[in-house]
């Protein structure tokens, strides 16, 4: 079975400081892992996927994951904030694109 | 703008009720997904059409109900409705599951409320 677990649900930073968002997983076979961001009133947003080859996944808006395999994790780090990433973040796991599970999500707050 | 459109945005009913949402996934996209997102589920997977065929099932309560058209839009039925089910529902499409993987690109939403 798979299933994607986030640390935080709610999670502040100081603009300007580094952003670290916490995702596990649990797959019985190879995972395909992705990050979306929701903005308020709006639908999913697709930030960044993990499917094969490279462990550091760059994304949009400078944000990028690394895939640790031995770690089942996926965290999503941006190294400065800006108040304009204030919004709801989801990790997802994808078993051969048939279903998604998602996490719980973390809000992220940027306080200036 | 993710090329997924939902209609309507918002709609409020009452108990007992039965509506019908809609999407039109992007151009090309052969996969329909229905996500329910409520404060106290989160997102919660519901049901998955393939090319006018159901793939997937997740949590869809047997008042739930959904099919995938000829030209590709997908309807979701919400039948009895109860306050419960109150939320934001969410559409998205994928290319084709199989043949690597496709991420998914979600609509802005069908905001239920139950009265």
């Known amino acids: 079975a798979q299933s994607v677990t986030q640390l935080g649900s709610h999670v502040s930073v100081s603009e300007g400081a580094l952003v670290l968002l916490r995702c596990n997983y649990s797959?019985?076979?190879?995972?395909?892992l992705f990050w979306y961001v929701q903005y308020p009133n709006q639908g999913l947003q697709l930030l960044l996927k993990y499917t094969t080859g490279a462990t550091l996944v760059k994304g949009i808006n400078g944000f990028e994951a690394e895939f640790k395999k031995s770690e089942t994790s996926f965290h999503l780090t941006k190294p400065s904030a800006h108040m304009s990433d204030a919004a709801e973040y989801f990790c997802a796991v994808s078993v051969a694109g048939n279903q998604f599970y998602f996490g719980t999500g973390t809000s992220l707050t940027v306080i200036p | 703008d993710s090329g997924v459109t939902q209609t309507p945005k918002h709609l409020i009913t009452a108990t007992g009720q039965r509506v019908t949402l809609r999407c039109s996934p992007r151009s090309g996209d052969l996969s329909v997904y229905w996500y329910q997102q409520s404060l106290d589920q989160g997102l919660q997977f519901l049901i998955q059409y393939y090319n006018g065929e159901e793939r997937a099932k997740g949590n869809i309560l047997e008042r739930f109900s959904a099919q995938q058209f000829p030209d590709l839009h997908s309807e979701l039925n919400l039948s009895s409705l109860e306050l419960g089910d109150s939320a934001l529902y969410f559409c998205?499409?994928?290319?084709?599951?199989?043949?690597?993987?496709?991420?998914?690109?979600f609509g802005p939403g069908t905001r239920l409320t139950v009265t």
């Open positions: 797959s019985s076979v190879p995972p395909y």
């Open positions: 998205a499409s994928s290319a084709f599951p199989g043949q690597g993987i496709y991420e998914q690109y």
